[in-house]
T-cell receptor, first 110, second 114 residues
Framework: EDKVVQSPLSLVVHEGDTVTLNCSYE??????LLWYKQEKKAPTFLFMLTSSGIEKKSGRLSSILDKKELFSILNITATQTGDSAVYLC??????????WGAGTKLIIKP | DGGITQSPKYLFRKEGQNVTLSCEQNLNHDAMYWYRQDPGQGLRLIYYSQIVNDFQKGDIAEGYSVSREKKESFPLTVTSAQKNPTAFYLC?????????????FGPGTRLLVL
């Protein structure tokens, strides 16, 4: 059965810390991996990863995919309270269906 | 502005009542999706449609129905057969071609049972 597992399920850090969120997957017919940020409403798109070893970067956020070991990480440096959210990972299959992880709830304390 | 709209923001359902959640997009996307999200959980796919007049069941379709008569609209009906409908419902759309499979989400509808 296809599955996507995110860890940790929740994380509490202080402002300024760096965090690493993990997403591992077991999916047949992998096409791409997506990261979203959800703040009490609709998820907003962060990154799409298709190739191993190529880092995607947007400000303090970055992400990389390892297709050999079947995982991705999302890094956030110099965290701010506005980074508090649930971070969702999803794998896109060859039929364009998404398999979602349960998310990591990140809390940034001032 | 291009985007996805959902209405209402909050919806209350009485026992035995059918309710319909609206989802409209003006992104000219072919594919549309309905997800259910329960507290502390990820998204679960209810139904999806990859083209007008066609739709497929997702993982938890029982107790729900949809229609796709127009490209921009994909309403979801929560029927009385859905015994535990209280959840946050998200509609999404995408253009499933190479490098464009990212799904974009509407603001969601929170359904509560009275």
């Amino acid at each position: 059965e296809d599955k996507v597992v995110q860890s940790p399920l929740s994380l509490v850090v202080h402002e300024g810390d760096t965090v690493t969120l993990n997403c591992s997957y077991e999916v047949t017919n992998f096409r791409s991996l997506l990261w979203y940020k959800q703040e009490k409403k609709a998820p907003t798109f962060l990154f799409m990863l298709t190739s191993s070893g190529i880092e995607k970067k947007s400000g303090r956020l970055s992400s990389i995919l390892d297709k050999k070991e079947l995982f991705s990480i999302l890094n956030i440096t110099a965290t701010q309270t506005g980074d508090s959210a649930v971070y969702l990972c999803a794998v896109v299959c060859s039929n364009y269906q998404l398999i979602w992880g349960a998310g990591t709830k990140l809390i940034i304390k001032p | 502005d291009g985007g996805i709209t959902q209405s209402p923001k909050y919806l209350f359902r009485k026992e035995g009542q059918n309710v319909t959640l609206s989802c409209e997009q003006n992104l000219n996307h072919d594919a549309m999706y309905w997800y259910r999200q329960d507290p502390g959980q990820g998204l679960r796919l209810i139904y999806y449609s990859q083209i007008v007049n066609d739709f497929q069941k997702g993982d938890i379709a029982e107790g729900y129905s949809v229609s796709r008569e127009k490209k921009e609209s994909f309403p979801l009906t929560v029927t009385s057969a859905q015994k535990n409908p209280t959840a946050f419902y998200l509609c999404a759309s995408s253009q499933p071609t190479a490098a464009l499979e990212t799904q974009y989400f509407g603001p969601g509808t929170r359904l509560l049972v009275l």
